[in-house]
């Protein structure tokens, strides 16, 4: 099975510019995982929740490193969420993605988000974006087409 089969088609996508605040609601909103940014029509990055959350929390060094400051109360998370909003997407994104073409074989799609520590990847034919697709849509695929209870 290959990419083409399983990958989905409608995904979000935002300018470089746009604020994080916006990406945020972006996300909540149509209950989605990520948005792809674009420039030009190209891809130039890929923003997930997890970036946020890296964003908005300390890094346990971090946070081992000035405990006594309490950075973990509502005042010190609020005053960083304050500080992030406004900025522009670029400061948090992922530069430069890993992609995959609509050949590649599920399996090999699968390897490489293993390899690579993400949960979604983009489809390309040649420089635009035309799918995207998660450890889900793989795992379900697996499932779907092996298992004769589903």
């Not at 996300?27 to 997890?50: A, M, P, R, W, Y």
């Not at 500080?83 to 799609?109: G, H, Q, W």
């Not at 450890?135 to 589903?150: A, E, H, Q, V």
Request: proline share 5%; net charge negative.
């Amino acid at each position: 099975m290959e990419i083409k089969d399983i990958m989905r088609e409608n995904f979000v996508t935002v300018e470089p510019d746009t604020p994080i605040k916006r990406v945020n609601q972006l996300l909540h909103q149509l209950n989605c995982n990520f948005v792809l940014v674009e420039d030009d029509q190209k891809l130039f990055g890929i923003v997930t929740f997890s970036d946020l959350f890296r964003h908005l929390l300390p890094s346990y060094s971090n946070f081992l490193a000035h405990a006594d400051e309490n950075m973990l109360f509502p005042k010190h998370i609020e005053e960083r969420a304050l500080e992030l909003i406004n900025k522009p997407v670029t400061e948090i994104m992922t530069r430069e993605p890993e992609t995959v073409k609509t050949s590649l074989p599920i399996i090999e799609a699968g390897a490489l988000m293993l390899a690579h520590k993400v949960k979604q990847l983009p489809v390309v034919d040649g420089d635009k974006v035309v799918g995207v697709i998660s450890y889900t849509d793989i795992t379900w695929s697996l499932i779907i087409k092996n298992c004769k209870y589903f």
